[in-house]
Every structure is written in C-alpha cells, then in structure tokens.
C-alpha cells in the first residue's frame, strides 16, 4: 500500500504514519523526521536546512524530491510506504508523481487529516516527545498517567525548536498557502480520502482504516 498522509501542521500525520506503520509493516516515511535528523547529524544538508525549519517555511523541491527518490529506492519500501509530510508543494506532488510514473507503482491514496484550526495550536504549541522512546505526547491533551510514565523512568519531554508560536503561525500559514492545494490536486486524480482528524489517537486510527479499506 502506497499512501500519502495530506493535513495541516498538528494534523496529527505522524502519530497516525506511526501506527499504520506497525499495523500495516510498511515505513512511515516523514521528510520532517529525516531533515531534523540530517540538522542533528550536522550534515551538509542539515546545515542547509536547520534555519529553514527553525522559521518554519519550506526547505527547496530539488532537495526534497532528491531525498525522496533516495529513499523510496530503498528495499524497505518495495511493499509500500506512508509519505508523512512529503508532498507539500505542488511541483512536489508533481515530481513524486512521476517518480511512481517511472517505477509503474501509483499512489493507492491520499488522505486528508481534517481538523479545525483552533484544534491545531493547542496540539501544536503542547506537543512533546519522550526523549527515553521517542513518543508523541501532549502537555494538554495526554494523561497525567502517559506524562508521568516518561518523566518518572528519567526521560524528558523535548518541545520541538519550531513548535514556538511565531514559528507555528507561520508553518500554518505556509501550508494553506503551499500545500492545502495539493488536495484538489489528489481529489482530480480520484485517489483523495478525508478523514475526520479530531478525538483520540484510537478513534482517528479506526477512521483512517476505515478510509483505506
Ligand atoms: P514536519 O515534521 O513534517 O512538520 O516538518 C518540519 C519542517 O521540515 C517543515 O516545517 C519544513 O521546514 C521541513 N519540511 C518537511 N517536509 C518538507 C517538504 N516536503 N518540503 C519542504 N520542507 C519540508
């Protein structure tokens, strides 16, 4: 199965990419992931891209659609992959397009997160990730309990450097402006599901299968 995961920052792709990916034995492919790594690593790519994400606007095509040709090339994603946050501009949309073209293996679909804008924020500017196991948790929306099982085996919750206000404003703004329309783009093609993002991580997750059945 070869989807890709549309939706708005806080959308929630990457918690729900997660757990497809071990339901489905399939990689979760998030470009965010692999450019924060490259930032971590110190790389030249990371050092081309460390203040790009850190005010929150969009690292160039070229280099994205040669990361993602990389990686897509690798064994593991011969049986599928899940595309979280990849494409996000139209010219990228239309470089992957051709890429699976190529390969004679199309994308099954694109699924839209939907959620309200005032939703995002609060995910947003609350998101934390487990330092210990490297889980998505939520300052407002997870349990004492979910927090406490982190922090009480030593682990810290680490805010992400572009989870800031200022930053978020303008990662929401990018994506309406640059990525929101690749879901006509998807919905031409025929191949655009809608899923209601909002409630529970499970509750998400039952609706996203459902969506891909
Ligand atoms: P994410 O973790 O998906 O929210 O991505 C974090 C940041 O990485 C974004 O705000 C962008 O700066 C950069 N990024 C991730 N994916 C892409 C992409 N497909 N195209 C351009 N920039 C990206």
Not at 100 to 105: I, K, S, V
């Amino acid at each position: 199965m070869r989807i890709v995961l549309l939706g708005a920052p806080g959308s929630g792709k990457g918690t729900q990419a997660r757990k497809l990916m071990s339901e489905r034995n399939i990689p979760q492919i998030s470009t965010g992931d692999m450019l924060r790594e490259a930032v971590a690593a110190g790389s030249r790519l990371g050092q081309q891209a460390g203040e790009i994400i850190d005010a929150g606007n969009l690292v160039s095509d070229e280099i994205m659609i040669g990361i993602i040709s990389e990686r897509l090339a690798r064994p593991d994603a011969t049986n599928g992959f899940i595309l979280d946050g990849f494409p996000r501009t139209e010219q990228q949309a239309e470089d992957l397009e051709e890429l699976l073209d190529q390969r004679a293996t199309p994308l099954d679909a694109a699924i839209l997160m939907d959620v309200d804008s005032d939703i995002l924020m609060k995910r947003l500017t609350g998101r934390r990730t487990c330092s210990l196991t490297g889980k998505l948790l939520n300052v407002y929306l997870s349990t004492q309990a979910e927090l406490d099982e982190c922090t009480s085996a030593g682990g810290e919750l680490i805010q992400r450097e572009d989870d800031n206000e200022e930053t978020i404003e303008n990662r929401l703004e990018v994506y309406r402006q640059q990525t929101e329309p690749l879901v006509e783009f998807y919905r031409q093609r025929g191949c655009l599901k809608t899923v209601d993002a909002d409630g529970s991580v499970d509750a998400v997750f039952e609706r996203l299968l459902e969506a891909l059945t």
